[in-house]
Each structure stands twice: as C-alpha cells, then as structure tokens.
C-alpha cells in the first residue's frame, strides 16, 4: 500500500542511484535471462518515487539511446544494469579465490551486488555519504557480515573501518569516479594502495569527455535522429522545469558557449537551444546542464596504464569495452547499434586494477 512505502527524496550527483535501481529492475523483469536482480525489483516496489522523471539531466552523447523495449528513455536505465552484470562477474571470479575475502561497494548508494554474489562467507562493506546510509538503512537494514560506512570515499578514516582483510580485499566504484576530477581520482587511489596493498578494484569511466554525440547520430537515418533531437529536447525540458532556480542561474552562469539565454525560462532556453550546433549543445550540456560541478577538470580515463603512472604500486589486470560479451540477441536494433558503436570507439569502459 502508498502509505507503506518510503519516501526518498533526493538530488544532484544521489539521485542518479534511484535510476541505477530502476534500470536494474526493469531489465529483470524485461530480459531476466540477460540480468536478473530480485532484491532491485522489490526495492522499487517499497519506494514512493516518481521513476519516470530522475532528478538527474541525462548524459550528453549517450543520452539518446533506446531502451530494451525500443522507446527512448535515459541511458543509465539500460547502462547501468550492463556495469553491473560486468562487475558482478569479476567479484564471483575475486571470491572463488578468496572466500572469505572483504568486499567494499564504493559510493553504493541503492546497489544490491551482495545478494547477487554473495557465498555465505564473505564480509561486505557498502560505503556512501551520511544522508544516503540513512536512505539505506530504511530500505535495505544490515544483513549479517555487512557493514554500512556513512562517509566520503575522499575520507581517508573509512579504510580503517575495513576490519576484515585477512582474505584479500576487493572494491567495487560503480558510475561514481567521474564525478571527481583528475587531483581527487590520484588522491583515491594512492590511498587505496596505502591501506589495501595488493587488494583489487574493478570500476568504470569514460575515455572522453565529449561523448561523439554528432558522429553517433550519424550512424541513424536522418528521421530517427530527428525524433532522438526531439526527445533530447523533452528530456531536457522535464529535468528544467522540475530544477531549483538557484540550480538553473548556477547552470546558465557556467555556459562556455557564445551567447546565453534571455531568461531561465524553458522558453528562453529552447529558443537559445536552436541557434547553435548538436556539438557545441553537446559541449553546454556538460559543463552547465550536467550536476558535475562546474569549474572543475571532471576526470576521463582512455588507457588503464595512465594510473600506473601516477602510482608505481597500482597495476593493471584488465580493461575492456563496457559491453563486451554482453549477449544482445534479446535488445532492441537500437540498443545493439548504440553498444556496437560505443564498444568501438571505447567511449566506455571496464578497468580492473590491483593496488
């Protein structure tokens, strides 16, 4: 019943969890055989959220995808369930070597990986902010040898709350490093290595921050990328108009583009919208339009190697495409085309490193 439900309200960079859990759960429900979350799917059963519109503007470049039924919807409803299939894989393989390993779920917001891989005898940490603990402890209260860490993954104090690491130790940050830029990802990982040496972490980041939206569209046929333009548009308008004024004066004030718009009304923005290139929106949408804080140098990985650099102790195990050997029979023409494309030119990406 409504009133059963819990409320959660959120925004910026947090909310985004709220769409990872529903995309979780409407790929199990839609394609269990490709990815299958039980606990998601009764998770969004116990939320009193609007799930339709995130409070989140979605991504340039991979925002105008389609989702598995073939309608156009928001990237991470259909992305993120491919992270965490790919992630779940690699801690099953971590936790047959190491049974009784520690596991840590970095910036774990509403992540159910532990009831999918969990074997009875590990030890599971889910880290996040105060405020998104509090969110999870209502809905998901601590099963027994899980621990919930309510502080940044900038706090260095949170590492000596991880007390179990005579198995090894393995992490998991899920869609969260990009928000950070290129000083605060150095100081993660040198920390990492101070205090779990020869522990793993699998995440995933972005090559490039410009997304190829002008060269992507024009894989399409010029009449499905006027309808993608169309639902960009609407997307967009929906994210505007529910957005605080104090938010829309912070996004027009960031814009890098030639001129601005009259006003902060969605009419103003969609007359200033239609006066410039896909590409140069494209370039407006993430350093104004995007709930990365603006000003900074939002961090992109292209070559796993790069880290090595900033930290002789970090190797590299792994890197490959976000969709690699994600089966596709059952996804839209849409969705294959898009996956295809990405996987391609390496836009987004898989690494797993040992610290």
């Given at each position: 019943m409504q009133q059963d439900k819990v409320k959660v309200t959120l925004g910026g960079i947090s909310a985004s969890m709220l769409s990872c859990l529903w995309g979780r759960a409407q790929l199990s429900k839609d394609h269990s055989s490709l990815f299958y979350d039980a606990k998601a799917i009764e998770l969004v059963e116990k939320i009193d959220y609007d799930f339709s519109a995130s409070d989140v503007p979605p991504f340039v470049g991979i925002m105008l995808m389609f989702n598995l039924s073939g309608k156009v919807n928001r990237p991470e409803f259909c992305l993120g369930p491919i992270r965490a299939k790919q992630f779940d894989e690699k801690a099953k393989a971590y936790i047959a070597e190491h049974p009784r390993a520690s596991v840590i779920n970095i910036a774990a917001g509403l992540d159910t990986t532990f009831y999918r891989v969990d074997n009875g005898l590990i030890h599971w940490y889910d880290l996040d902010l105060p405020a998104v603990i509090d969110i999870r402890r209502q809905l998901l209260p601590e099963p027994d040898r899980v621990t919930y860490i309510a502080k940044s993954?900038?706090?260095?104090?949170?590492?000596?709350?991880?007390?179990?690491?005579?198995?090894?130790?393995?992490?998991?940050?899920?869609?969260?490093?990009?928000?950070?830029?290129?000083?605060?990802?150095?100081?993660?990982?040198?920390?990492?290595?101070?205090?779990?040496?020869?522990?793993?972490?699998?995440?995933?980041?972005?090559?490039?921050?410009?997304?190829g939206f002008r060269t992507w569209m024009d894989n399409f046929p010029p009449e499905q990328q006027d309808a993608m333009r169309a639902a960009w548009m609407e997307a967009m308008k929906e994210w505007w108009e529910k957005a605080p004024q104090d938010q829309k004066d912070k996004a027009i004030t960031a814009l890098k583009t030639p001129t601005k718009p009259k006003g902060t009304e969605w009419a103003d923005i969609e007359a200033w919208w239609n006066q410039h290139s896909d590409e140069e929106m494209a370039e407006a949408f993430m350093t104004a339009f995007s709930p990365i804080p603006s000003g900074g140098d939002q961090w992109a990985l292209e070559d796993a190697n790069e880290i090595t650099k900033w930290d002789n102790r970090i190797t590299v195990i792994d890197q490959f495409p976000m969709s690699k050997n994600i089966p596709r029979e059952s996804l839209s023409a849409d969705m294959r085309r898009f996956m295809d494309y990405s996987d391609e030119r390496g836009e987004w990406n898989i690494f797993h490193l040992r610290v």
């Open positions: 993954l900038l706090d260095p104090s949170w590492c000596k709350d991880i007390t179990h690491t005579e198995d090894g130790v393995f992490m998991i940050a899920g869609g969260v490093l990009g928000w950070f830029d290129k000083s605060e990802v150095e100081q993660f990982f040198s920390m990492l290595a101070d205090n779990f040496p020869d522990g793993e972490i699998v995440f995933d980041a972005m090559s490039r921050l410009d997304g």
